[in-house]
Nanobody
Framework: VQLQASGGGLVQAGGSLRLSCTAS????????LGWFRQAPGKGREFVSA???????SYSDSVKGRFTVSRDNTKKTVYLRMDNLKPEDTAVYYC???????????????WGRGTLVTVSS
């Protein structure tokens, strides 16, 4: 499975962005999908995940502000980001694996990152 993320950009604090990640294969619909991010000078951290049956989970830092969703017909997972903060600035990566547990532990498939910059 190849993943292609898009939708990053520059936004002011309090603004919104929607990231998209499209998979190359229809088998995507059977995978758990997730978003991770890496801020400058920091390690990569979990942001959100969605199971194949659309159960969602979020890190505490984004809960209530970010929404993950998927459209299996388009082989795409989305991350809607609202009320963005400067500390959300990072390169965002999408990932896929058979389960959320495996995804969080060490995802098998990764997309190239997309940069999100939030100005204060």
């Amino acid at each position: 499975v190849q993943l292609q993320a898009s939708g990053g950009g520059l936004v002011q604090a309090g603004g919104s962005l929607r990231l998209s990640c499209t998979a190359s294969e229809s088998a995507f619909r059977n995978y758990a999908l997730g978003w991770f991010r890496q801020a400058p000078g920091k390690g990569r951290e979990f942001v959100s995940a969605i199971t194949w049956y659309s159960r969602t989970s979020y890190s505490d830092s984004v809960k209530g502000r970010f929404t993950v969703s998927r459209d299996n017909t388009k082989k795409t997972v989305y991350l809607r980001m609202d009320n963005l903060k400067p500390e959300d600035t990072a390169v965002y990566y999408c990932a896929a694996d058979e389960t959320v547990s495996r995804l969080v532990a060490s995802a098998t498939f990764w997309g190239r990152g997309t940069l999100v910059t939030v100005s204060s």
